[in-house]
């Protein structure tokens, strides 16, 4: 069940399938750069206004499931209008701005964008153009995002599945539906 806050813009509404933090793994390929497992926390929050506030952090992940270094940030801001379009803007570490267009599909709670607008550092590594799809499936967050640069065109190059996570906080006072393991924290 989506719990929609009492204090979100109603515009966010039919977005509401977003809000917490999301943490999992995923894979990242594309030619040119090294493949590898990655970790990822995203969040999607609000403050009453009218748009998401959305930030991914990254790092890869060794042979045994754990962080080594950073992989990438990303923070940005989400708005959605009547007619179920959707704009970010994304700002990456990398030194890359987009803006991003697209839609929330009608009766599921995916949504397809695509990069209209893209901004480089002289540092910044190639890049010309994305896709992104996410989804929302049995209760998690699913992803996949494509991407084009000069040399290689538009091709998936990370995708990720991420888990609701629950801070543990929000069970104190009701210690009678703790899951099995979460008494170790209060220990």
Partial sequence: MIEIPADLDPSLVPLAFLLGTWQGAGVADFPGEEASNFGQQVTFSHDGRDFLEFTARSWRLDEAGQRTVPLETEHGFWRI?????????????????????????????????????????????????????????????????????????????????????????EWIGDLENLPDDGIAFFK
């Fill in 81 to 169: 209008d009547a007619r179920r379009q959707i704009e970010a803007v994304l700002v990456r570490d990398q030194g890359v701005v987009e803006v991003w267009y697209g839609a929330l599909a009608e009766g599921k709670p995916q949504i397809d964008l695509a990069t209209d607008a893209i901004a480089r550092t002289e540092a910044s590594p190639p890049y010309v153009g994305g896709k992104r799809l996410y989804g929302y499936v049995n209760g998690d967050l699913m992803w996949v995002g494509e991407k084009a640069t000069p040399e290689v065109p538009l091709r998936p190059y990370m995708s990720a599945h991420l888990k609701k996570a629950v801070d543990p906080r």
